[in-house]
């Protein structure tokens, strides 16, 4: 299990070899590649700030409840911070299980829960200026379904 905040970029098939290395009773890994839109060009620039330490323990919690959930073999959190550019990767969820229904399902709860429980500042700079970003009523949402699952 790995979790990571970090600046610099990752390499989604180096972290995925690492995450299934010697382990031959991994049958599917699920994997979510989070990206930063332009929005019709509105958006140049998506700034990331975090609280070092506080950040990495929330996203422990949430790889800890996916693990409680699913029979998860292995779990990478790799969430980035800093200033990225429209394409630049924000975030790699993988998650990998003997069958490919949990390895699914674990990877959606923790971008849901990722959405809205990580403690993560976002900042949109566009030719309109910058503002700060809240989490969407839709992230609310999707985490709510899976409060009763």
Do not use: C
């Not at 070092?52 to 998860?72: C, H, K, M, N, S």
């Not at 900042?123 to 839709?138: F, L, Q, S, T, Y």
């Amino acid at each position: 299990m790995a979790v990571r905040v970090q600046e610099p970029d990752f390499d989604i098939g180096a972290e995925m070899d690492a995450l299934t290395a010697g382990n031959p009773d991994i049958g599917a890994v699920a994997s979510f590649t989070g990206l930063v839109r332009s929005g019709a060009g509105e958006i140049t620039e998506m700034e990331l700030e975090h609280w070092p330490g506080v950040t990495e323990q929330a996203l422990e919690a949430i790889e800890a409840e996916a693990r409680g959930r699913w029979p998860l073999q292995g779990v990478t959190i790799i969430h980035r911070y800093g200033p990225l550019a429209p394409g630049a990767r924000i975030v790699l969820v993988l998650t990998a299980s003997p069958h490919r229904a949990a390895a699914f399902e674990a990877a959606e709860f923790i971008m849901d829960y990722l959405k809205t429980r990580a403690p993560f500042w976002k900042r949109e700079v566009g030719p309109a200026g910058a503002k700060w970003v809240d989490a969407r009523e839709a992230d609310k949402q999707a985490e709510t379904r899976w409060y009763t699952r």
